[in-house]
């Protein structure tokens, strides 16, 4: 198979990974690039550079040496073009797979193909989160345009591929396909090599680390508060490490570790190089992802840590719902409420960080359950010995690159041998407003779908509030969506009795607001634990 892509990052692929952010679309397209260029399937990768990077041949050179295995060098099975070459190379009609790393370059590369294919083309896509604004312009682009045989969209979890068939009516089938990881260095530490990795970074030598690694922000990944809640009361300590990717947030979680009395035991670090993952998993005993925003697809990190024989403790929120199984670790349910029309109308207005921030909100994760799970795998040093064998032989059978590598090569395969057949369908105009419908991934990536019969009652910390406690900490991007009024009418409301969500508005009496808002408000008392979620037949008491 030969296969092309149009515009890579040559800065991604010059320095693998190293000088770039650890996140998983950076390291899942490092990862694809390798196969295309290595696999023994894959005959030839096709790279049409922009003419900046065409014209810097020493860092095409460079491109070359990371990408290529020492034993294929010199084979042919890397090419260099200047995307103005795109329709001569193509002219040769011979069978090929375009390949798109996101649903961004969607539009563009179908585009191309259709313009300058001569020989059958399967158009194959990659997505890494579906909902950017820019990416629904995308898919909106390509509605309209004819069904080929074998053009696919690729999505990395089941919950993704479902929210978007949902959400579109595209001229491409939708798989999906768990994401592959590089094991380079992903072993289980023995106690002295433990030791040692522990010393690099300065940490305490005894007692149980749990670790979160990646994007420290919770607009993109999830909020790391709920980590620092579950420590208070008990032993251990928490490693956060990774990149800030929200300004000031460190600062906010030293200062909520001081507030709640365990400053001593949360370890901040920073950026790092991603060649280091390995030795911070190994330094540590428990991994933590409390993954809770639409950004987040499928947890790579989490399946690194497997590798490194930990135990896992992790939402069940989009893919993490289908890589955890109970005896390597513990999966909590999520919740995710239907979002206020504003924010769907405001969309188009607002910076995707903001956006994703504000649906964060709304989605929560079962805090006595999570408090539960991970305060008993640091608790118990047996269960965690045994939690992360399982954790490593679950990898090993499920995750490791030579098991997913088949299915993948596979995938491509059928998707090409479709396109041979030159099969087109026309399709009619289904083009959707700009506004996006977040509503429709919310409900597919939470575990637990929205049901009006939701109720919310008043939790430990929402009491304290009352009592002259705490109040919720309001991130200051969010302050217009909130009222502090509704928010305290709403913990009153609760301390009386449980609320259905489907009554809330009604019972908050003179307060003009919407269902929905009532809820998003609702959502954010129990995303912090002032409020707790429980489900509720309807046959109970509708006076509720």
């Given at each position: ?233 008990h032993p251990g300590g928490l490693v ?26 949360v370890f901040q670090f920073g950026r ?273």
């Amino acid at each position: 198979m030969i296969v092309s892509i149009v515009c890579p990052s040559i800065d991604l692929v010059t320095n693998p990974l190293n000088d770039l952010d650890v996140n998983g679309a950076n390291i899942a397209v490092w990862i694809q690039l390798r196969t295309f260029a290595n696999h023994p399937a894959f005959e030839c990768l096709e790279l049409f550079l922009t003419p900046r990077d065409f014209a810097d041949k020493d860092k095409i050179r460079r491109f070359a040496h990371a990408l290529l295995a020492l034993e294929n060098r010199g084979k042919g099975k890397l090419s260099f073009h200047s995307v103005y070459a795109v329709g001569d190379v193509w002219a040769d009609g011979l069978p090929r797979i375009l390949h798109s790393d996101d649903l961004w370059a969607l539009s563009r590369d179908r585009h191309l193909r259709d313009t300058y294919a001569k020989g059958p083309i399967a158009h194959l896509c990659d997505t890494h989160c579906i909902a950017h604004l820019s990416l629904h312009r995308s898919l909106n682009e390509v509605a309209s345009l004819d069904h080929v045989d074998g053009d696919s969209i690729i999505a990395c979890s089941r919950s993704t591929a479902a929210a978007l068939k949902a959400s579109y009516d595209l001229p491409y089938e939708v798989h999906w396909h768990h994401r592959r990881i590089d094991p380079s260095g992903l072993s289980p530490a023995t106690p002295v090599e433990r030791q040692a990795e522990r010393a690099r970074y300065g940490l305490p030598a005894d007692g149980p680390l749990a670790l979160y690694l990646g994007r420290v922000t919770p607009a993109m990944k999830g909020e790391l508060m709920l980590l620092i809640d579950a420590l208070v009361g008990h032993p251990g300590g928490l490693v956060i490490t990774g990149v800030n990717n929200m300004p000031g947030y460190p600062e906010v979680l030293r200062a909520y570790a001081e507030r709640r009395g365990v400053a001593d035991r949360v370890f901040q670090f920073g950026r790092f190089a991603p060649g280091e993952r390995a030795h911070w998993y190994r330094a540590c005993d428990v991994f933590l992802f409390p993954a809770d925003c639409l950004n987040e697809a499928f947890g790579q990190t989490t399946i690194e840590a497997m590798a490194c024989g930990l135990p896992v403790v992790q939402s069940a929120w989009d893919g993490l719902k289908d890589t955890l199984h109970p005896d390597a670790g513990s999966l909590i349910p999520t919740y995710a409420a239907p979002a206020p029309e504003r924010l769907e109308h405001l969309s188009v207005a607002l910076e995707t960080p903001s956006l994703f921030l504000a649906l964060a909100q709304s989605t929560v994760i079962d805090r006595e359950a999570w408090f539960q799970a991970q305060q008993a795998w640091m608790g118990d040093p047996e269960r965690r010995r045994v939690g992360g064998r399982a954790a490593r032989l679950l990898y090993e059978q499920s995750f490791a690159p030579e098991v997913l590598e088949t299915s993948f090569v596979a995938m491509f395969k059928a998707c090409l041998d479709r396109a041979k057949s030159g099969c087109r369908t026309p399709r009619e105009v289904r083009v959707r407003a700009l506004s996006v419908d977040y509503s429709v991934a919310l409900d597919r990536y939470a575990s637990c779908a929205w049901d009006p019969n939701t109720t919310f009652t008043e939790a430990k910390r929402g009491l304290e509030w009352r009592a002259g406690g705490d109040a919720p900490y309001i991130y200051g991007e969010i302050e217009p969506l909130l009222d502090p009024s509704l928010l305290a009418m709403i913990q009153e409301r609760a301390a009386r009795g449980p609320i259905k969500a489907s009554r809330l508005a009604s019972l908050l009496r003179g307060a003009a607001t919407t269902e929905r808002d009532a809820v998003y408000h609702a959502m954010f008392l129990a995303k912090q634990g002032f409020l707790k979620i429980t489900r509720m037949d309807t046959s109970e008491d509708p006076s509720v």
